[in-house]
């Protein structure tokens, strides 16, 4: 549920916030993030370290964490814990935040943000066309990874505490579920 009961645009949430405020724009609806818990920061810095080594190495683009905005439109916002960024679309890499769709994007659940993680945003990101999509669940040790054909996400691969990580997006990245958890 949306903190306010006002509709905003991105213009309006910088205007009416402090810079550092955790705050995304869905649909209009204002949703502000608590500080995210010691394992979903561990576990981010884990995914982090592993894809931005792999993008570096290969010269594949930028990988970014949060909080970054990704401006999808001026009326959906986000900070999503990490996206990828291919080295053609680097461009769109502004000051402000991303303008567009990322290549990817991981985010890690919490309890508070389950249900606009696993539904709102996989939406809004398979509508604005992110080619691939993870979710990662610290609390039982799974990884979704969705990725878009024809408009529309596929489970490309799930992974419950052990199994290789594969992504279509980034070629022969090949990650053991068991470093990640």
Do not use: C
Not at 50 to 58: A, F, P, R
Not at 106 to 113: C, G, M, Q, R, T
Not at 119 to 136: H, M, S
Not at 149 to 165: D, P
């Amino acid at each position: 549920m949306p903190l306010v009961q006002q509709k905003w645009t991105y213009a309006e949430m910088h205007e009416k916030l402090p810079p550092e405020t955790r705050a995304e724009v869905i649909d209009n609806d204002l949703y502000m993030s608590p500080a995210p818990s010691a394992e979903h920061q561990r576990l981010l810095k884990r995914i982090f370290r592993l894809l931005d080594g792999y993008v570096e190495e290969k010269g594949l683009g930028e990988v970014n964490i949060a909080p970054f905005d990704v401006i999808l439109d001026e009326d959906n916002v986000v900070q999503p814990d990490l996206f990828f960024v291919a080295t053609e679309k680097r461009g769109a890499i502004a000051d402000r935040g991303l303008l567009g769709a990322p290549d990817l994007i991981v985010e890690i659940l919490s309890p508070s943000s389950f249900y606009r993680d696993t539904v709102q945003k996989k939406d809004l990101y398979e509508t604005f066309g992110v080619g691939e999509y993870w979710i990662a669940d610290p609390a039982n040790q799974v990884i979704e990874i969705f990725t878009l054909a024809e408009g529309k996400y596929r489970l490309h691969a799930f992974l419950a505490g052990s199994g290789e990580i594969t992504s279509a997006r980034l070629g022969d990245l090949r990650i053991d579920a068991k470093a990640v958890f």
